[in-house]
């Protein structure tokens, strides 16, 4: 059931507790409009941009497949995409596509996924002062779906409570939980996509975990639609980042005590099964040139507020970590950072911009 929804400075927050289907319902529900408003939305420029003529039958036509793969791998969360449904009115097929947002960026056929914007995460083992563990990132999308960011506060009736970062009708895209442990994460399109978890499915099955070692097990273990890379961290300094195509996995540590990445692999295992996107590597590449160079550059002095001013660093403005889309790309679509955020595990406490963080205030949420 839903317990309050309240907006908060530009962002709205949504208490969630109870079973899966409690859960989206009371999601769908409070959030109709939106909803129904996102996926049309989501659907147009999806159909749009796709180089075969595509119509949204021929498209579902295509992807139902990956119902049946994610029922078994995660039952719980596709009862809570039908509560979704159900709340708000909209097809089941409907809500399932906006939850495959990502991943359905990986269909070659797709042009767009050539100029899919991407996203910058870090983390910092030991915060100056204070030793706590750091994590977050700039969210880039296209800029339309910055009118849909929400935060969940859930409380289920199985497993630890989560402060999940999402979109209206989405299940989730990054967050933290009550056992202190937090994700975020960065598109990466790799060639060997197929039928596997959603990657909204693999974040939620990240913040259902209450041990570092099972958090770690989802996104590492294949089946996955795609590829993404998994920043993951506890409250205790422990910092996993897992890049993955849609069969294999690789995994780095911070070459001391911070850690960033962006969208294009760095492991040479996972390189021969990557697409390179013309439209958003050179991007990517300044993009971590530039978060190396600042992580590495403050070291040891490295804290919360030194990574919310990396959220507005304009290197390579405006394919810049914080990005403003460019002059080429339509109005309403451009690739923008619609949110970004700095989590602090052991405190289960989120900083959050809605939108550019050069443009808006940090503002603190609790789970």
């Known amino acids: 059931m839903a317990l309050m929804s309240h907006p908060t ?29 996102h ?14 003529a595509l119509t949204e039958e021929t498209l579902w036509a295509r992807w139902a497949a990956q119902v049946a793969v994610n029922q078994v791998q995660a039952p719980a969360l596709i009862e809570e995409m039908h509560g979704i449904a159900r709340g708000a009115a909209v097809s089941f097929e409907r809500i399932f596509l906006l939850n495959s947002m990502l991943d359905l960026n990986s269909f070659r056929y797709q042009e767009m996924a050539d100029n899919f914007p991407g996203c910058s995460t870090f983390a910092v083992a030991a915060e100056a002062g204070s030793g706590r563990t750091l994590i977050g990132q700039t969210y880039d999308m296209p800029e339309f779906h910055q009118d849909y960011v929400l935060l969940l506060r859930l409380r289920p009736a199985d497993g630890p409570r989560q402060l999940v970062f999402t979109f209206a009708g989405i299940v989730g895209a990054a967050g933290l939980n009550e056992a202190g ?10 060639t060997d996509v197929g039928l596997g978890r959603l990657h909204s499915i693999v974040v939620r099955q990240i913040l259902g975990s209450t041990q570092l070692a099972d958090a770690l097990t989802h996104p590492a273990v294949p089946p996955r639609a795609g590829g993404a890379h ?33 969208n294009h692999y760095l492991s040479p295992w996972l390189k021969e099964f990557e697409h390179i996107r013309a439209g958003s590597i050179g991007s990517s590449i300044a993009r971590h040139t530039a978060l ?18 990396l959220t507005r660093n304009h290197t390579s403005y405006p394919r810049s970590i914080c990005a403003h889309g460019g002059a080429h790309e339509p109005t309403g679509a451009r690739g923008r950072t619609v949110a970004a955020m700095v989590q602090v595990p052991a405190e289960r406490l989120m900083y959050l911009t809605r939108g550019c963080a050069c443009e808006n205030e940090y503002h603190a949420f609790a789970l």
């Open 9 to 37: 400075p530009s962002v709205s927050v949504l208490d969630l507790a109870g079973t899966p289907t409690q859960v989206g319902a009371a999601h769908g529900e409070s959030q109709r409009q939106r909803i129904r408003e």
């Open 39 to 52: 996926v049309d939305r989501l659907l147009d420029w999806l159909l749009g941009c796709s180089v075969l």
């Open 181 to 190: 442990l937090a994700v975020n994460i960065n598109y990466l399109s790799p």
């Open 230 to 262: 998994f920043l993951i961290a506890d409250q205790d300094g422990n910092i996993v980042s897992i890049e993955t195509t849609a069969r294999r996995h690789h995994v780095f540590h911070p070459e001391g005590n911070a850690l960033g990445h962006t």
């Open 292 to 309: 190396r160079r600042y992580l590495r550059g403050h070291g040891e002095r490295l804290t919360a507020d030194a990574l919310k001013e």
